[in-house]
């Protein structure tokens, strides 16, 4: 066996891998083909680039992806250290300097004596190590392919979609207002209002409007957690009143009462200079996400820094090749993590390279797997991708409900979810322990 363990891809899931490895005292090659080569949605050279949104979600135990931050960090995950340490506001979620958190990342791994850095593309799986791939849902298709021959199992698509990003001095806020929903917390949203009016006929327009090409089979596979917002549209004219555009909780402080629609936006660096459109991920040609998004009040005269954009993603199908600790069943030291697992998210992203990482470090020091049980947000993830029974594979993002329940039942949906995380951080904390003894 070779005196280290490589990971292929810097991203969220490769970059949590090598520093789980590292931690443990195992020298980690760390794969990662920019900056000689870009994915579509790729842009900065730095590792953990975030692409599709700056939010990681809410921070809150009460929330299944809150209480799965909290497990990371009892960890010493490197993704949460760094999300910390470069938060922006978002009022009860968790949202990051993008440019920062990526740059952050960076910095502790080529800091780290035990990682060494290739900048390559990897077209052939190694196999004279233990091996993590983590390259995500743009994976190369040299590389597709090389997983496809190993796995012997179809890949599936969907598609993604980022939303745009504007700057702050180009949005009107004569016409927008910072408010919290429900007054919790700080005003971090910037909201621009509609009435019934304005709303009508920013909506017939989204749905008229020129959309990118997208060919042959491909073009209706949307994953639902990340809709393009002309998709949804197109399901229904109230469909975004209840969705993204939803007023409740917001109070228009020139009005005292709730608009008709609210378009909001959110920080998406840390001097406040920029700003993403909440929900707005999109492919309609750039000079009609222009035109279509400056109906919105307040952003008639925004400058568009980043438009939206739409890629193909690739997952496998996880349940039929992977255990729970992300390891291929029929190949032995062969692991995957990150989107290209079916977990959907940042976070989710995180969590599959901390097991991934620390199993692969076990099974280097000829320890036995570690396996998080369904009574943690962490080992419901790993679970969900690892079930056998599932026949029509989706990605998930972690939830409540594939979490262990409780054996008593309680009505109040917050104190139940409280219950389930402090039953979660306990078990977390003991596994901590134990391999730490």
């Known amino acids: 066996m070779s005196d280290y363990i490589n990971v292929i891809g810097a991203g969220l899931a490769g970059c949590e891998a090598a520093w789980q490895i590292a931690k443990r005292g195992i020298k980690v090659r760390l794969f990662e083909m920019k900056p000689k080569s870009y994915t579509p949605a790729h842009h900065m050279e730095t590792f953990a680039e975030l692409v599709c949104s700056n939010s990681l979600r809410s921070d809150q135990l009460e929330n299944a992806v809150g209480l799965l931050k909290e497990e990371l960090r009892m960890f010493d995950s490197l993704i949460m250290r760094c999300a910390d340490l470069t938060r922006v506001p978002a009022g009860g979620a968790l949202a990051v300097d993008r440019e920062g958190f990526s740059k952050k990342v960076t910095e502790y791994i080529q800091g780290c004596e035990s990682i060494k850095v290739i900048n390559e593309e990897v077209c052939r799986i190694p196999e004279d190590a233990i091996t993590i791939i983590a ?11 090389e997983i496809q021959s190993v796995t012997g199992h179809e890949h599936m698509y969907f598609f993604d979609a980022a939303a745009p990003i504007v700057t702050y001095e180009s949005i009107d806020m004569s016409k927008a207002y910072k408010a919290a929903r429900y007054g919790r917390g700080s005003e971090d949203y910037i909201n621009c209002p509609m009435n019934r009016e304005e709303y009508n006929l920013f909506w017939n327009e989204l749905i008229e409007a020129g959309e990118a090409e997208v060919k042959g089979f491909e073009k209706d596979m949307v994953f639902e957690g990340c809709m393009p917002v002309e998709s949804m549209a197109k399901r229904g004219q109230d469909t975004l009143r209840f969705g993204p555009l939803k007023p409740v909780g917001l109070i228009n402080p020139a009005t005292g009462r709730e608009d008709y629609a609210v378009v909001q936006l959110r920080q998406d660096n840390s001097a406040g200079s920029l700003y993403n459109i909440v929900g707005f991920q999109t492919h309609l040609k750039w000079p009609e996400q222009k035109r279509v998004f400056s109906m919105i009040p307040g952003l008639g005269n925004a400058d568009f820094v ?10 496998i199908n996880s349940p039929k090749l992977l255990d729970a600790s992300y390891s291929v069943r029929d190949r032995e030291g062969l692991y995957f993590a990150g989107q290209i697992t079916g977990v959907e998210g940042y976070i989710e992203s995180a969590s599959s390279g901390f097991v991934a990482g620390i199993n692969a470090a076990m099974m280097f020091l000829g320890k036995p797997p570690v396996i998080f049980d369904t009574t943690t947000a962490t080992g419901a993830l790993s679970s969900y991708i690892s079930d056998p029974s599932i026949k029509k594979f989706q990605p998930m993002n972690i939830n409540f409900g594939l979490m262990q329940g409780l054996k008593i039942r309680i009505r109040d949906k917050r104190e139940k979810n409280s219950q389930i995380a402090r039953r979660a951080l306990d078990v977390i904390r003991t596994v901590r322990d134990s391999l730490s003894e």
């Not at 980043?306 to 997952?315: E, L």
Request: proline residues 5%.
């Open 135 to 145: 390259t995500g849902p743009l994976t190369s298709d040299c590389l597709c392919s």
């Open 306 to 315: 980043r438009y939206g954009v739409m890629h193909k993603n690739t997952y």
